[in-house]
């Protein structure tokens, strides 16, 4: 589990072509890496992924070719929002996440507002129906809270703190993100058809 507040931007410095898919040679940044170890869990936005590497301030993860056929942004080197599983002692600042992405999203406006930023995404039809006003959803790995949910569309308000520390500052319209539904509407929903289906 994780909580969507993101520890580091890091950097994909290396693909290395398996059997199938890839192995993802990744750049920490800022992220302690002390205390992960082999096995351990790290979400590469949003994506849970196990460290089956470590060297210094670097690690390595294997990503499998249904992990790359429903993300996006762990198919070539480049920046990419970092978490740690969360442990039992640890303060949940942003809401509960499974770090397994439900669908992308389409960015369709980035625009200023002040120092902050308007997001507007489409969501994929079948994920649509979980996004509430003034619910959270996780955009790249991000627990965010939306402002207005329009059918398939919906916004968010990002402050400069959240432009600064992750990789969302690098979106524009046409940009794709992997988004992850609320828990607790995901289980509701399958409370209220598992009545209707049996």
């Known amino acids: ?4 507040i993101i520890a580091a931007v890091g950097r994909i410095t290396q693909l290395t072509p398996r059997e199938v898919g890839y192995r993802l040679h990744v750049d920490g940044g800022a992220l302690k890496l002390d205390d992960v170890a082999l096995g ?7 994506v849970c992924l196990t460290v089956v590497d470590k060297e210094g301030n670097t690690f390595a993860v294997d990503v499998s070719p249904e992990t790359l056929s429903c993300t996006v942004g762990l198919d070539a080197p480049g920046p990419v929002n970092l978490e740690k599983a969360l442990r039992l002692s640890d ?6 996440v499974s770090g397994h992405v439900d669908g992308v999203g389409e ?20 994920i649509a129906k979980f996004v509430a006003r003034k619910g959270s959803i996780v955009v790249d790995g991000t627990s965010l809270t939306t402002n207005e949910v329009n059918g398939t569309d919906f916004t968010i308000n990002l402050i400069p703190h959240t432009l600064e520390n992750t990789t969302l500052n690098r979106l524009q319209p046409g940009s794709k993100v992997n988004l992850e ?10 409370l ?3 009545e209707r289906d049996l």
Do not use: T
């Not at 589990?1 to 969507?4: E, L, N, P």
């Not at 303060?91 to 509960?96: P, Q, R, T, W």
């Open 91 to 96: 303060v949940i600042g942003g809401h509960l």
């Open 192 to 194: 209220l058809s598992a």
């Open 40 to 46: 351990d869990s790290i979400a590469h936005n949003g």
């Open 107 to 126: 960015v369709l406006r980035f625009d200023p507002v002040g120092d902050n930023r308007l997001l507007e995404i489409r969501a994929p039809r079948d």
């Open 1 to 4: 589990m994780f909580s969507g």
């Open 181 to 190: 539904v609320d828990l607790i509407a995901r289980y509701c929903e399958r």
